[in-house]
């Protein structure tokens, strides 16, 4: 079955920065909408980044100029570069892929697509 197993989550000071990693299997990341969301303690999930299949990224306004997705075709593997990281980025960070190339509506809520088991990221002030 699809697989999305991720890591690189950890503590960090503000400021600071983390990559986080997805690996993703039986599943091409390459032909599919990917996306991270991420959910903190008494918070709905929420979407965070997300790619398809042509390249096209869209970000969170809370993220824009932060943090960067991106993915490795060769390793079918998703990436979440995060850069000065803010308390209020602490969150459980999921890995998911949508159903379709696109990025709909009902994958951006969270509604459908594989999901991983998440990474925390601790961010101290």
């Known amino acids: 079955q699809v697989q999305l197993v991720e890591s690189g989550g950890g503590s960090v000071q503000a400021g600071g920065s983390l990559g986080l990693s997805c690996a993703v299997s039986?599943?091409?990341?390459?032909?599919?909408?990917m996306g991270w969301f991420r959910q903190a303690p008494g918070k709905e999930r929420e979407g965070v980044a997300n790619?398809?299949?042509?390249?096209?990224?869209n970000y969170a306004d809370s993220v824009k100029g932060r943090f960067t997705i991106s993915r490795d075709n060769a390793k079918n593997t998703l990436y979440l570069e995060m850069n000065s990281l803010k308390p209020e980025d602490s969150a459980m960070y999921y890995c998911?892929?949508?159903?379709?190339?696109?990025?709909?509506?009902?994958?951006?809520?969270?509604?459908?697509?594989?999901w991983g088991q998440g990474t925390q990221v601790t961010v101290s002030s």
């Open positions: 790619l398809d299949d042509d390249g096209n990224t």
């Open positions: 998911a892929a949508a159903w379709t190339s696109r990025c709909t509506t009902s994958f951006w809520s969270g509604r459908s697509g594989y």
């Open positions: 039986r599943y091409a990341v390459s032909a599919h909408c």
